[in-house]
């Protein structure tokens, strides 16, 4: 026998950034598919017309490339099962509402908003659970027929709901969880096809699976409360119902909650987490690194051991230039394995090393050069004493810079933290850099004799 074809989805609601569980959802869903050697198809759910956002497509899709997701069918790539956009698809969503009405799984319900929050209101009021109370699901021909000419002359339009079993079970298997059963007296009679015209999701989620041919549904545990209803539409159509796994939610490291775009979390320093995907997109963190937990570290890891240093120097290039430093590529490229093993995030590279690309040099205070136990004079000294060694140091390179400046802070009576500390703050101007001599190499002979005179001025 032939195995069946793995097909899996994520279907994201354009309404703004990838929050990263939804990522770690695709990605589950891509993975499974691979590993399968089956098809990962992606499908916009933009039938929330009040929250649709039309940038957000763009957003979703430059977040799943650069993760390294790519899909089989879908926008921009096209299928046999298209469209891939809700929006596009009303015709089906319709014809099979209509089915359901016809095939007494569904009926219209005609009352109006305001009736809908006093039927609310008035279980509160009576310690009853909220929720609608069937009323044009029970009424009698003739009722129904004052009810939709109530809702005509209203200048409104009935929507659809689905007709939930009111005793009994519903029970599905889930590939993360085992058997799941609810008790269908807790369910309500859910809307599934609104006054617009547009679906809800639990109609055009079932009608879509089914007619995409997915075999496999991977989503966030948020979305298990809806399986009975969902459950109740596969059994309503006859159609051979896909496998479910429900994963757990991404949790708050200080142990409080889900991960929440609202109220987004802090690590033990007070620092906040990102949450959302283009966070870590403009934060400079590499894809190939995203997870919640050391993070950073992790990041740093793959700077240092899992790129090349071409493909380090074009991601350092960006954070660069988009903190308005003209960029060098030949510097760069020089620049680029002395940061490697330094910084943890892309970004980083801009207070470490952003001096190497400034119009001007930008010297240090006095207060920044002088190390600890020193004063102005021996810094003085030590910077004059360093200017006549650079000045005949042959090779300038890493390795004669060295040799050149070995015992010369024992015989100023420095320990090498106080001389090597004065040395790299005068070139640099910062106090955190790239190594001292590495940096004095790639600047050269006359620029480090520039900015150690313009220091020594300043003393």
Same mark, same amino acid.
């Given at each position: 026998?032939? @195995? ?10 354009? $309404? ?9 959802? @695709? ?17 916009? &759910? ?9 940038? @957000? ?56 908003? &305001? ?36 809702? @005509? ?11 939930? /079993?009111?005793?009994?079970? $519903? ?14 007296? !807790? ?40 399986? /009975? ?80 240093? !071409? ?52 010297? /240090? ?45 024992? &015989? ?33 002979? &006359? ?13």
């Amino acid at each position: 026998m032939t @195995a069946p074809v793995v097909r899996t989805r994520f279907a994201p609601s354009p $309404t703004g950034s990838l929050h990263i569980g939804g990522l770690r959802t @695709a990605l589950w869903a891509w993975l499974f598919a691979r590993h399968h050697g089956g098809k990962f198809i992606l499908r916009i &759910e933009d039938t929330d017309q009040k929250r649709f956002d039309p940038t @957000a497509l763009q957003t979703l899709m430059e977040a799943l490339r650069w993760i390294g997701i790519d899909w089989d069918e879908g926008p921009e790539v096209g299928g046999e099962y298209g469209p891939y956009v809700q929006s596009e698809r009303l015709d089906h969503y319709q014809k099979w509402a209509q089915w359901l009405v016809d095939h007494d799984h569904a009926y219209h319900c005609y009352c109006s908003s &305001e009736r809908l929050a006093q039927v609310t209101k008035d279980k509160q009021a009576a310690g009853l659970p909220p929720g609608y109370d069937r009323r044009c699901r029970f009424a009698s021909p003739e009722e129904r027929e004052r009810l939709a000419a109530e809702c @005509a002359a209203e200048g409104r339009k009935p929507v659809i709901r689905l007709k939930m /079993p009111l005793d009994g079970e $519903t029970r599905f298997t889930d590939l993360v969880r085992g058997e799941v059963v609810f008790e269908n007296k !807790d369910v309500q009679d859910a809307v599934i096809l609104k006054a617009d015209g547009f679906p809800t999701y639990h109609l055009a989620v079932v009608i879509d699976d089914h007619l995409m041919q997915i075999s496999h549904v991977t989503r966030a545990i948020e979305w298990l409360p809806s399986a /009975p209803l969902h459950v109740r539409l596969w059994q309503a159509f006859g159609w051979e119902m896909p496998q479910f796994a429900h994963l757990p939610v991404m949790l708050n490291p200080n142990g409080q909650g889900k991960m929440s775009k609202r109220k987004p979390p802090r690590d033990a320093k007070g620092n906040i987490i990102p949450v959302m995907v283009h966070d870590y997109m403009n934060g400079g963190y590499l894809p190939e690194a995203l997870a919640i937990e050391k993070l950073e570290w992790i990041n740093g890891v793959y700077i240092r051991e899992q790129i090349t240093l !071409d493909d380090l120097t074009a991601r350092l290039k960006k954070p660069l230039e988009e903190a308005g430093l003209t960029v060098d590529e030949a510097r760069l490229r020089k620049v680029a394995p002395i940061v490697q093993t330094r910084i943890r995030t892309l970004n980083d590279v801009v207070a470490m090393a952003g001096f190497f690309f400034h119009p001007e040099f930008k010297p /240090p205070t006095p207060e920044q050069v002088i190390q600890k136990k020193m004063d102005a004079a021996s810094t003085k000294r030590a910077l004059e004493v360093s200017l006549a060694v650079v000045e005949k140091t042959e090779p300038f390179t890493l390795d004669g810079l060295h040799a050149a400046f070995s015992e010369l802070g024992q &015989e100023l009576g420095l320990s090498n933290s106080q001389m090597f500390g004065v040395l790299r703050v005068a070139v640099t101007g910062q106090t955190v850099s790239t190594p001292t001599f590495e940096t004095m190499e790639i600047l050269g002979r &006359e620029e480090t004799l520039a900015r150690l005179r313009t220091v020594i001025g300043l003393l």
